[in-house]
């Protein structure tokens, strides 16, 4: 790939996001927070001090700014989370004074982000979404009192994760199978202030949830595209990803391909989908955003945020193959626990993991991230763990 070595792409996300842009010889400055593996990566020179997205997201803006301007040529910005996407797409004027980026429009972006839009939008588009409907906890007491329905998926509207932990600290959603149930919830729903989507049940473990990712250009043109399937989430149910595989099932191109084309999306969107006992694929979520899936299809020949870069820049694209089915990506920490907590663990799971194609966090020539970012800090609570509880018993003994 030809690029500009005057540019730098300026990430805000994980070693998943980052690790495709190393692969492609781009050069990275990051925006993480202190401590996070990606801090420690010989790859990523730091861009600015980090700021929380959701709290004060015109501070940050302002620090980005200040550094696009100060670079000899626009940085291409690449984004991970909800909040990053939603900061740059309220900014995006601003921004683009400093940055390069690809993003869907402005009302797209809202719609897709707050749950009851997208659902407003997939029904009046006809899209295969579960029956769906909205509680806002915070402001009806009563409203937990339905009539039918149940079981229901429960999630938040908006995925903001430091008011959600109030009600799921580790799950995306909470299923509730009757009005007990959700009424013994109900306060926690409201303290958290956090309106909800009700979402029929879909049966089935987490491994039926499969997903199409695309990169569409400006002209509607389909860039580069691809599938995979959950293998493992932590928790079990609801959780979030530990073991993905790309797949190369051709009715989740098919149908993500025709979702995509009616919403009208530009740029990179990964869509969720879970497939029903009958077979039938129903669509659960839209996040036109880039994912820690990037990191396995660059693996695994398809490196979507270096094309990105390179439509961005001016250079020549790295070649567009189908990414190759059956590539495997894990995060080895959580997902011993989820194998584990699913009585998984054993030395299958131990062979799994070392031929596992793409490895959240680590690589033989990036070790740090993985050492100081996630070992040392684990290794640090557990000492302080049995220290405490060294000195609660001499205490005890004491007595």
Not at 83 to 92: C, E, F, K, P, W
Not at 97 to 103: K, L, M, T, Y
Not at 119 to 135: C, I, N, Q, S, Y
Not at 152 to 168: G, S
Request: a positive charge.
């Amino acid at each position: 790939m030809t690029a500009n070595r005057d540019v730098t792409a300026c990430v805000l996300g994980d070693m998943d996001l980052l690790r495709p842009l190393v692969l492609a010889g781009v050069g990275c400055a990051i925006v993480a927070r202190p401590g996070s593996p990606a801090s420690y990566s010989r790859f990523g020179a730091p861009a600015v001090e980090w700021v929380d997205h959701w709290s004060d997201p015109g501070l940050l803006v302002d620090r980005l700014v200040e550094f696009g301007r100060a670079q000899p040529s626009p940085p291409v910005l690449f984004y991970q989370s909800t909040g990053d996407l939603l900061m740059i797409s309220r900014n995006r004027e601003r921004l683009s004074e400093a940055f390069r980026f690809v993003i869907t429009n402005a009302e797209l972006v809202e719609d897709l982000t707050d749950k009851a839009r997208f659902h407003d939008l997939a029904e009046r588009l006809g899209l295969p979404v579960p029956a769906t409907r909205f509680l806002n906890p915070a402001d009806d007491p009563h409203g937990w009192r339905l009539d039918s329905g149940f079981p229901l998926l429960l999630k938040p509207v908006v995925r903001e994760f430091a008011k959600w932990r109030k009600v799921a600290p580790d799950s995306k959603a909470v299923t509730v199978h009757g009005n007990a149930e959700l009424e013994e919830l109900w306060p926690r729903l409201a303290t958290a202030n956090v309106a909800i989507l009700a979402q029929e049940l879909i049966p089935g473990p987490e491994s039926r949830i499969e997903s199409y990712h695309t990169y569409i250009d400006e002209s509607g043109r389909v860039v580069a595209e691809f599938a995979g399937r959950k293998i493992r989430t932590r928790p079990a149910e609801f959780g979030y990803s530990t073991a993905v595989a790309l797949t190369d099932a051709a009715d989740v191109i098919e149908v993500g391909r025709g979702v995509a084309r009616r919403l009208g999306i530009t740029g990179v969107a990964k869509l969720d989908f879970k497939r029903a006992p009958d077979g039938k694929l129903l669509l659960l979520e839209v996040n036109p955003r880039f994912t820690l899936w990037h990191h396995p299809a660059a693996v695994g020949g398809l490196n979507i945020p270096a094309l990105v870069f390179a439509d961005l820049t001016g250079g020549d694209r790295p070649p567009t193959a189908r990414a190759r089915a059956g590539v495997r990506w894990c995060d080895p920490w959580e997902d011993a626990g989820a194998a584990r907590e699913s009585g998984e663990l054993d030395a299958r799971w131990v062979l799994d993991t070392i031929r596992c194609d793409a490895k959240s966090g680590f690589s033989w020539d990036d070790p740090m991230p993985l050492l100081r970012g996630v070992v040392a800090p684990r290794v640090r609570t557990r000492a302080r763990r049995r220290l405490g509880r060294h000195r609660a018993g001499r205490s005890r003994a004491e007595v």
